[in-house]
């Protein structure tokens, strides 16, 4: 598995992004949150950091992972492309089998949502976003 494609750096960002981070950044700021990109830390801080917050807002990717660090009830919120048509905040236990990061987290006994974009790099819907913070927080 290991290859020059995985080991490398920014590779994350390359695959997925959020054009509109900046408004999320901006809309959820009242909620005292922490803007952190992963592939700049050590693997102690991310865990630190899993493990030290009950909210988590996360592109998909591996860096997700680290929810395996979360405390029972933390809050995830998983940033991530449509699968299909059918894909909705509505409708995310359609797809249990396809999705690690929902698998995961209900076997943590974390709370999972999720936020759909149209593709790997398009704007997510920011009512979405702060719907979920406004309701968990």
Known sequence: YKSDECERKGSGSDRRSTPNLINIKNLIKKY??????????????????FGGHEFIVAQHGAALSNIIFCNFNSIIIEIRPRRNESDSVLNVSQYEQQNHF?????????????????????EV??????????ENV
């Open 102 to 122: 929902e698998n995961l987290s209900k076997s943590l006994g974390l709370d999972y949502f999720e936020v759909f974009q149209e593709h790997n790099h398009s």
């Open 125 to 134: 819907d920011l009512k979405d976003i702060v719907d979920l913070v406004k």
């Open 32 to 49: 005292d949150y922490k803007f952190i990109n992963l592939e700049d830390e050590s693997l102690i801080n991310q865990i630190e950091l």
